[in-house]
């Protein structure tokens, strides 16, 4: 028993002789040690100033002033970091030699300056050997770096404030008031972090895993979660990354506003339109290579309205990304980028909107899209099954239509937006099997038409909103349909007894071609065959003023060898309420036309009979009446001439 005694005052003494040597070690050596561990582990200059203080409870430290590390050589930028105040938790050993262990790290007001040279090298990059001042390895010595002797059990970084420069690009990106917490107990093990971004007051917290810290300095693949959450909504993403870069996993995404999430992070402001990005849902699997090639596959988007599946690949290397894509869309709807101006009052009579057409995304990437959707709203024109491959250059987007079905027919041609130098919207189309009467109703607010139609159309719009372009078009194109009907008007009614007050008119045949100029539609030849009558047309349709002034002019054929009735019909006023009224005075022209030629030819001729009476005067074969008064009166006065010299010799 007393030597268990004798062992516990033994224990005893050297517990006391070791915080006794602690309590005694002057703060400004602990302070030493870890600048000369950090240094040589990391390869650059660490000094420490200021009052140093050495604690005990409840881990073994120091608490230093000021604390700078030295940058790149190749950087004149000043320290890659440094602080107001730090405090450094170590184990004891430390003390005695060693690779350093930090139990525990707290900067206070760091600055952390990251740099990435012209050649692309980088200055956090720790502990490199055999590299020159150019970035090149010295003589035939390949360039290594050293494994870094370091662990964190935690390090709590507040009030961060970390700038990246890009000075090949001239890039400057700043991170301000971010608080970081790291725990990285074991080098090649875990490493876990939460990072708090106050970038526009609201935070937005980073947090995740690095699944093998010692492999991923080393330049390794290893894995890595991490989630991105904000105001707004969340990014996430699980699966495999390297430093070069190299990513390959699952991006996931849930975002209730868009915009609140992207303000969050002083990204600028954005107002993303319901439908288009205002909130998404969805993910894709995500590749990117060294090369900065992006690949997406199984992708699924909810854009709150709008939903898209498909895959994508994008060259990040350019000036601007180049996209190869193939999206699918189920009901997809654009109304809220056409049709008429709400703010007017959203009658039909209101106008095109003149909200303005924002096409400056037309410059974000160049490349190809293929879309296949199901439907497509675009508010005045509804679409179906539609197909088509957009060519995107410059500011410039050409779709070719492959397969757009629409009002029962078949649309086939191209659509182009170019923005290169303000925006313009042109194209040429075909259409086959349109029904008139739902295309009409939907594009003009005419309900009053039904055929079935085929036609073609070229034409050209200028302007920054849909009521510029509509009032700036110009172009040609010509229609022709089969059988039809006119709601409204009985034109063998209106041509028999005057009647406008309504009914139908079925037509067999009907063919026209228009002009298009400054938003006005110009037809001169439309030519209707019906049962009972023909009729013709000529006038214009303002596309831009949404009204028409139109001649319809139906003549009643009675028989092969008879004379017809011919009854125009004026159309004039809005879209929407068009007045349809008799044109008299027209009627009157046309019907009264060959009445009028037979009275002024009985008068003619009746005059004629006078003339030859009272002046006995017949003209001559092939003579006009006048020629055979000239010459009569000639003679006259011939005679009286000689008449006269006769007597003046006599």
């Given at each position: 028993m007393r030597w268990v005694f004798r062992l516990i005052g033994l224990v005893v003494v050297i517990v006391a002789i070791v915080l006794g040597a602690l309590f005694f070690l002057p703060g400004d050596r602990i302070a030493k040690i870890a600048a000369e561990q950090i240094s040589k582990a990391t390869g650059r200059q660490v000094t420490?100033?200021?009052?140093?203080?050495?604690?005990?409870?409840?881990v073994l430290g120091v608490a230093t002033g000021a604390v700078e590390v030295a940058n790149a050589d190749w950087s004149d930028a000043g320290p890659i970091f440094t602080a107001d105040s730090l405090k450094i938790g170590v184990e004891p050993a430390a003390l005695f030699g060693g690779d350093i262990r930090i139990t525990g790290l707290e900067a206070v007001g760091p600055q952390i300056r990251l740099e990435r040279a012209a050649d692309g090298r980088v200055n956090w990059e720790l502990g490199v050997e055999g590299v020159a001042p150019s970035g090149q390895s010295e003589g035939d010595t390949p360039a290594t770096a050293n494994r870094l002797s370091l662990t964190l059990d935690r390090a709590l970084i507040k009030g961060a404030y970390l700038t990246y420069t890009d000075h090949g690009t001239g890039e400057v990106q700043a991170i301000r008031d971010m608080d970081f917490d790291l725990r990285w107990p074991d080098y090649d093990g875990r490493a876990t972090f939460d990072v708090v971004l106050r970038q526009a007051g609201d935070p937005v917290t980073v947090s995740g895993h690095l699944e093998q810290v010692g492999a991923f300095i080393d330049g390794a693949v290893?894995?890595?979660?991490?989630?991105?959450?904000?105001?707004?909504?969340?990014?996430?993403?699980?699966?495999?990354?390297?430093?070069?870069?190299?990513?390959?996993?699952r991006f996931d995404i849930d975002m209730s506003d868009t915009s609140a999430f992207v303000a969050a992070l002083d990204l600028g402001a954005v107002d993303l339109p319901q439908g288009f990005g205002a909130g998404v849902r969805g993910g894709a699997d995500v590749t990117l290579t060294q090369e900065m090639r992006l690949s997406l596959r199984d992708m699924t988007l909810d854009l709150g309205g709008n939903a898209l599946s498909g895959a994508?690949?994008?060259e990040l290397a350019g000036d601007v990304p180049r996209v190869n894509a193939q999206l699918d869309a189920g009901a997809l709807d654009l109304s809220q980028?056409?049709?008429?101006?709400?703010?007017a009052g959203g009658g039909a009579d209101s106008g095109w909107s003149r909200t303005p057409i924002d096409a400056s995304g037309l410059a974000l990437a160049n490349g190809e899209v293929a879309l296949v959707a199901d439907s497509i709203d675009l508010g005045d024109l509804k679409l179906g099954t539609t197909r088509t491959l957009m060519t995107l250059d410059r500011s410039r987007a050409v779709f070719s239509l492959r397969e757009l079905r629409a009002y029962d027919g078949l649309i086939t041609g191209e659509f182009?937006?170019?923005?290169?130098?303000?925006?313009?919207?042109?194209g040429n189309m075909n259409a086959e099997g349109i029904n008139l009467e739902r295309f009409l109703a939907d594009a003009m607010d005419i309900t009053r038409f039904a055929a079935s139609a085929n036609g073609e159309v070229e034409f050209l719009g200028v302007g920054q909103s849909v009521h510029a372009i509509m009032n700036s078009l110009s172009?040609?194109?010509?229609?022709?349909?089969?059988?039809?009907?006119?709601?409204?008007?009985?034109?063998?009614?209106?041509?028999?007894a005057g009647d406008v007050s309504g009914g139908t008119t079925v037509f067999d045949t009907l063919s026209a071609s228009f002009t298009m100029d400054k938003g006005h539609l110009y037809n001169r030849d439309l030519a209707m065959k019906l049962p009972l009558a023909r009729a013709e047309g000529t006038g214009r349709v303002g596309l831009g003023a949404r009204d028409i002034d139109y001649l319809f002019t139906p003549v009643l054929l009675e028989g092969e060898n008879?004379?017809?009735?011919?009854?125009?019909?004026?159309?004039?006023?809005p879209w929407a309420s068009p007045r349809i009224k008799p044109d008299l005075e027209k009627a009157l022209d046309l019907n009264l036309k060959a009445e009028r030629e037979k009275l002024e030819q009985k008068a003619e001729e009746r005059l004629e009979r006078e003339v030859q009476k009272r002046l006995k005067v017949t003209p001559k074969e092939g003579q006009s009446l006048?020629?055979?008064?000239?010459?009569?009166?000639?003679?006259?006065?011939?005679?009286?001439?000689?008449?006269?010299?006769?007597?003046?010799f006599e």
């Open positions: 420490m100033s200021g009052e140093t203080k050495i604690s005990f409870y409840p290893t894995d890595v979660v991490a989630n991105i959450e904000g105001p707004g909504g969340r990014l996430g993403f699980d699966g495999r990354a390297g430093l070069q870069p190299q990513v390959q996993g994508a690949d994008i980028f056409a049709g008429a101006d709400g703010e182009v937006a170019n923005n290169r130098a303000g925006l313009s919207v042109g172009g040609k194109g010509a229609m022709r349909t089969g059988r039809g009907v006119i709601s409204g008007i009985d034109l063998d009614r209106l041509m028999r008879s004379r017809g009735l011919a009854i125009p019909v004026r159309i004039e006023g006048e020629d055979a008064v000239n010459e009569k009166i000639e003679d006259k006065i011939e005679d009286k001439a000689k008449d006269v010299l006769r007597k003046l």
